[in-house]
């Protein structure tokens, strides 16, 4: 095999690896989300004590997910990124095993949840750093792409075997934990010995992977965002993670309570949604490829939103299983959209930053911006859906989608502007 061609291999095999940590990442994080119906049927818990008890382990991990991106995207930077990945698989994994063992402690339960999301965030920001240093620009979107779409399959394998499990076992909700743990081992056993194989000779010193300040350290973040443009972006940044995360977490008590379904066919129903999510991913990928901006892309993904969401608005007024179906597939459309829009802002934009050296940096902030509007999504949709149902909720979704719109095309100049000058300095190197 010539040089070439074991390039090429250790390239494709190294992808794998990065989507099999993305995919154990998401299904030791979506397990707790997937199965906490069925933890409160056990507990005897209604909605608004639902929202009250079990949520808070959903925004704990939320919160300290989107805290520790910006710890694992400025470490991402300067510590050896195989490392910050092994430790948050390590971590995920125990928090994992340490969940069954608290029940029905729900506060201590939702402590360890919070600990975990902290552990899974120091994977993805290494992640994108691996990625842009073995990978060209052509390399880096597609490995980023199917890294992303690893974790709507796991998604759509945590929503499957879930309910699955739940009829099997009569409600045993405790291996929705274990499974994930024999995943996460495996993934992490990998990691130790393989991984780094593959990254052989791609050891990633800072001075070396990335074209830098004179000084050989990364740019300053701070005014690095704000000539980019990429501040104009930040508030939709956050909109989008609420709009994502807010309607996966919500879908199944969405379908319960609207529907009429049960608990597990609730969570299996939700599995429709990452089959969107792949889709629009793929969508969006081929769309900004079309566009010159990736803020004009981000603007028509965040627009297609906020039409299905005004759509579904008065099919609530009239539910049957007609405007049921077509409610749940705009939802799905809408979180497939947001998903897109997670595309733009995780994975392209960030590329735009590797002569900065700040790739790492700024998905670790832009991550910890999505979470934060993920972690006020449970709040959020539950006081507005209790004031005024849940057609008050998705018209707020309406307005938050026509701000982010505006937003991200008010933006399109300046950051248009900042990649190809970014462009034009990879060239002359």
């Not at 070396?208 to 300053?220: C, I, L, N």
Request: hydrophobic residues 50%.
């Amino acid at each position: 095999m010539n040089t070439q061609s074991k390039t090429r291999a250790r390239l494709r095999l190294l992808a794998f690896f990065c989507c099999l940590a993305y995919f154990a990442s998401y299904v030791t994080r979506i397990n707790y989300i997937a199965v906490r119906l069925a933890i409160a049927d056990e507990l005897a818990l209604t909605l608004p004590e639902l929202v009250a008890e079990l949520g808070i382990a959903i925004s704990a991990a939320s919160v300290t997910y989107g805290i520790g991106q910006f710890a694992s995207g400025i470490l991402g930077d300067r510590l050896p990124p195989i490392a910050l990945v092994c430790a948050g698989l390590g971590g995920a994994v125990l928090c994992n095993l340490l969940m069954p063992m608290l029940y029905p402690s729900v506060y201590l339960m939702a402590l360890v949840w919070g600990i975990n999301g902290f552990f899974q965030s120091l994977i993805r920001p290494p992640l994108g750093r691996i990625i842009s240093a073995n990978y060209d620009e052509k390399g880096y979107i597609d490995t980023c792409v199917a890294v992303s779409n690893s974790s709507q399959i796991a998604t759509v394998l945590t929503y499957l075997v879930i309910p699955l499990c739940l009829r099997l076992f009569d409600g045993e909700w405790r291996l929705a934990f274990y499974l994930p743990v024999a995943v996460g081992v495996i993934t992490l056993g990998f990691w130790c010995l393989l991984v780094p194989r593959l990254c052989a000779g791609q050891s990633l010193p800072p001075d070396a992977t990335d074209a830098r300040t004179a000084t050989g350290k990364p740019e300053p973040i701070l005014p690095t965002l704000v000539r980019s443009g990429l501040w104009i972006m930040l508030p939709a940044v956050l909109i989008h993670g609420l709009l994502r995360d807010g309607i996966t977490a919500w879908m199944p008590d969405f379908i319960s309570e609207v529907g009429g379904l049960g608990t597990s066919v609730s969570i299996l129903t939700t599995a429709i949604l990452p089959l969107f999510c792949i889709v629009c991913v793929l969508l969006a990928k081929k769309l900004c490829a079309a566009l010159p901006s990736d803020g004009v892309s981000a603007a028509l993904l965040f627009a297609v939103c906020a039409l299905s969401a005004a759509i579904i608005v008065p099919l609530l007024n009239c539910v049957n299983r007609a405007t049921f179906a077509v409610t749940v597939i705009l939802m799905a459309l809408i979180t497939g959209c947001m998903h897109g829009v997670n595309h733009i802002f995780i994975t392209r934009i960030p590329g735009a930053f590797k002569q900065a050296g700040r790739v790492s940096g700024v998905v670790g902030i832009l991550n910890a911006i999505t979470y934060l509007g993920g972690a006020l999504s449970p709040y959020a949709v539950a006081y507005v859906a209790g004031w005024g149902g849940w057609g008050a909720a998705v018209t707020l979704w309406v307005a938050l989608a026509l701000l982010s719109t505006l937003l991200c095309f008010a933006s399109r100049r300046k950051w248009t502007a900042f990649k190809n000058r970014c462009a034009n300095t990879t060239d002359n190197h």
